[in-house]
């Protein structure tokens, strides 16, 4: 269930850069009823926008202090989703709106902000100056001219010591070449390049702290003043480069993302973690008294979004909160608990887990040659053990069938002799074969349905570092798709002779033999007259 709803809190207007004319434009983005995996996994090195969604409240729920579980941190209260998109689309009604390739993202640091500016178009003015019409030239600028400079990835380094402070900074400038506001902003539309003097930017926390970060720290140089250059494009804050996955920091948060919600399908990913989704959606009611039968779903994907994001910051960084840590627990329900405790999880598997390359295959493992008889009884041959494994994101057990024209004498068993028809992965299984049929071969076929699997296998999750250093760095998954995989083999069983007792084949050598050196000793004889 996916609304759109106008953004009326900051009443964002895009403007078109094609006349000079101030045509406003107003933008819509998707409540975040559900999340959304990405349909295309955006290429590296592709840049993208920001969005945020609106405000949850997650408090209701709470968290063990690492270290001391008779202490609890409480969840956001403003929990929100971001959104990201390579572009929008404004054929409609004449509304600038995300198109059907946006997707959610989660955060990766619980001590820093949500992007907070919103969605801007590269090839539209930044939307805040159209919030007053009564504003003047000289403000309508700063907007810009703060935007192209927390987007300059040169000065990443010397904005990354205002972290703890207020994303807007006051910065002290002056135009070049004399020219003034009314001036410099009909040449911006234009598409021309200006230029900025800088004398500093100044920062300031809630505590009345303050710092200054002066022009030869930008400039990295003894100098008064830097010197800004920048096109309308530039100007464009909550832009995002998308790399991949190559960090070893994040294997952990990367299987996060790829095990749970929106990168597998809701019911998917609880049925995966061991959640019950009715005995969750319960427990939803009697925590928060106006959720009901009628809006759970939509809650139900929000508590789950949020506990994941807990996940991964707790894995990554713990969530510093007033200088204490998330602990092992989540209290408020018991079935999301389950969901936060197989997330965060230790296990052997992170390690190099964003390095692995999945090849979608189904794979048999087999006894070494010679060693194919696992028993004997004087009735059956018994050949194994065979393991089937598979090399996907996730999947179910494999389903085993005997494809012989003549099925009769052959079976499939478990360690225990069970029949079967199918089979855990890795998990051992044998042939067992009727003496009397004197069965020489099996076929077999291996299925595994409805596997979750990456398309193409390569194409896994992404990182997207915001290009303000004081922004927040974000992750998704990768694309997920559904797919059904088979293979087939063909055993071979005492392929020369079908005999199926080695006793006889014995007997019936030593006989044969015993005729030749008869035949021999014969023919060595001298022909007697």
Request: with cysteine; glycine share 6%; hydrophobic share 35%.
């Amino acid at each position: 269930m996916k609304k759109k709803l106008t953004l009326s809190l900051l009443t964002f207007f895009v403007f078109s850069v094609l006349t000079l004319n101030v045509n406003a434009t107003l933008l819509e983005i998707p409540i975040d009823t559900d999340a959304q995996a990405p349909v295309d996994i955006p290429k590296e090195n592709s840049q993208l926008y920001a969005a945020l969604t609106e405000k949850f409240d997650f408090s209701k729920i709470k968290f063990t202090v690492d270290g001391n579980d008779n202490e609890y941190i409480a969840g956001h209260t403003n929990m929100q989703k971001i959104i990201l998109t390579e572009s929008f689309d404004t054929t409609k009604s004449g509304l600038a709106v995300l198109g059907d390739k946006w997707f959610t993202a989660y955060c990766l640091d619980g001590d820093l902000k949500y992007p907070q500016y919103g969605y801007f178009n590269s090839a539209a003015a930044v939307a805040a100056e159209a919030l007053d019409s009564g504003k003047t030239e000289e403000d309508k600028l700063k907007i810009y001219i703060l935007a192209a400079l927390l987007n300059n990835s040169g000065l990443y380094d010397a904005l990354e010591k205002a972290k703890g402070y207020s994303v807007d900074p006051v910065v002290d400038y002056t135009i070049s070449g004399g020219k003034d506001a009314k001036t410099t902003l009909e040449d911006l539309r234009a598409g021309k390049e200006i230029t900025i003097d800088v004398q500093k930017v100044t920062y300031h926390d809630l505590r009345g702290g303050q710092l200054e970060i002066p022009a030869k720290d930008l400039a990295k140089s003894d100098v008064s003043t830097y010197t800004l250059k920048f096109k309308l494009e530039d100007a464009v804050l909550d832009k995002y480069t998308t790399t991949k996955m190559n960090d070893r920091t994040y294997d952990h948060a990367l299987w996060i993302l790829e095990h749970s919600y929106p990168t597998m399908p809701l019911n998917t990913s609880l049925d995966y973690a061991g959640v019950d989704s009715v005995k969750l959606k319960e427990e939803l009611k009697t925590l928060d008294k106006s959720i009901n039968d009628g809006n759970i779903d939509g809650y139900l994907k929000n508590y789950v979004y949020s506990t994941i994001q807990y996940s991964i910051w707790k894995v990554y960084d713990g969530i510093n909160n007033d200088g204490k840590k998330l602990g092992n627990t989540l209290v408020g329900s018991e079935e999301l608990n389950k969901l936060y405790q197989f997330l965060i999880k230790d296990r052997e598997e992170y390690n190099g887990y964003s390095t692995l390359n999945f090849t979608n295959k189904l794979n048999l493992e087999q006894p070494a040659s010679g060693k194919e008889i696992f028993k004997e009884t004087d009735s059956a041959y018994t050949y194994g053990p065979y393991k089937a494994s598979y090399d996907v994101l996730s999947g179910g057990n494999v389903e085993l069938t005997i494809t012989n024209a003549n099925k009769d004498g052959i079976k499939i068993v478990d360690e225990n002799g069970t029949v079967i028809n199918q089979i855990e992965p890795n998990k051992p299984f044998y042939i067992e074969c009727n003496k009397k049929e004197k069965i020489a071969n099996v076929s077999i076929k291996l299925t595994l349905k409805g596997a979750s699997a990456f398309e193409p296998a390569t194409n896994r999750g992404r990182i997207y570092y915001a290009l303000y250093p004081l922004a927040q760095n974000v992750m998704s998954g990768g694309k997920i798709v559904n797919l059904d995989l088979e293979k087939s083999f063909d055993l071979v069983y005492n392929p020369k002779t079908g005999v199926e007792n080695v006793a006889v084949l014995l007997l019936i050598t030593l006989v044969a033999f015993s005729l030749a050196y008869l035949v021999l000793s014969y023919k060595s004889k001298s022909v007697e007259l």
